[in-house]
């Protein structure tokens, strides 16, 4: 049973652009997802689609039973709490401690006051420091988060995600800004939430080396269109050059980027 499916979904943007076009595609509860493709493709449209941040234009996203494009406030509010995203750029509020950042990951399962207040319960943050430590950030709980680097910044993204206690993570290119080191940090963390955790993941990579790495099945996007559904062994040269639209050896070198 599959917990998301795009139906013959459309995107078209208020100045024509059409970014999605008749993309019909599932994923499996449980699997890691990446979606690759060249810059303009589609992919951060795609994943903003999912818990509506912004809407598509035709089409039907079914998630977790839920006609995403048909629900109401209320249901909207629950898609998005059982919804982690990450992001290139982290997202974090950067002047609060590590821990408040995490501990935001929990907004959505409480009212507009005490998410106002800021109002957590002991066993929350207990909970908070607990993922923290687990991503290897105890020492970095009290620290304001202007104070950390990107790959530390970008655990802390996890960490918020993971409070959530969501069904699916949707991650945005999320190694884009880090170093090697880092990248292959933040990849065997998403890995490990996977795996133990059982979260699906869907991750947009810009490196095909990675996402052959890491990904149960890769999805290739070209032009708002699905040009590649399979595993990572059925991804070919020639599928590369076809996600990728060229010939040119050197754009393949460039895509590979490096292993890590
Ligand atoms: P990718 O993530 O693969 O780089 P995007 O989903 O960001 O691709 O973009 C797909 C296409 O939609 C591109 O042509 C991009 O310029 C366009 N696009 C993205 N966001 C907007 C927007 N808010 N308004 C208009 N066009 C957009």
Redesign the pocket.
């Given at each position: 049973m599959p917990i998301l499916e795009f139906q013959h979904v459309s995107k078209v943007?208020?100045?024509s652009?059409k970014?999605l076009d008749d993309l019909s595609f599932s994923v499996e509860e449980g699997e890691f997802l990446s979606i690759i493709?060249?810059?303009?493709?589609?992919?951060?449209?795609?994943l903003r689609c999912i818990n509506r941040l912004?809407d598509a234009t035709e089409g039907k996203i079914i998630y977790d039973g839920a006609d995403v494009m048909q629900v109401g406030k209320g249901q909207l509010r629950k898609i998005r709490t059982k919804t982690g995203m990450i992001f290139q750029h982290y997202n974090l509020v950067d002047r609060l401690s590590v821990m408040e950042n995490v501990l935001h990951g929990r907004l959505g399962q409480k009212s507009t006051f005490t998410g106002m207040i800021g109002h957590y319960t002991e066993a929350e943050k207990e909970k908070a420091f607990s993922i923290l430590s687990e991503l290897g950030l105890a020492e970095q709980a009290y620290k304001r988060c202007d104070a950390l680097s990107g790959g530390q910044k970008q655990r802390v993204g996890i960490a918020r995600a993971i409070m959530q206690e969501p069904k699916l993570i949707l991650c945005d290119e999320p190694i884009a800004s880090l170093d090697p080191k880092a990248s292959k940090t933040i990849m065997d963390h998403l890995a490990q939430i996977n795996q133990t955790r059982k979260i699906t993941c869907i991750v947009?990579l810009h490196q095909v080396d990675v996402a052959m790495k890491y990904s149960n099945r890769i999805l290739g996007?070209a032009a708002?269109k699905v040009v590649f559904n399979g595993t990572p062994a059925e991804l070919t040269q020639e599928k590369i050059h076809a996600i990728y639209q060229s010939n040119d050896k050197d754009l393949m070198l460039d895509v590979q980027g490096e292993v890590i």
């Open positions: 943007y208020h100045n652009t970014a493709g060249p810059s303009g493709a589609g992919k951060s449209t795609i912004i947009n996007i708002g």
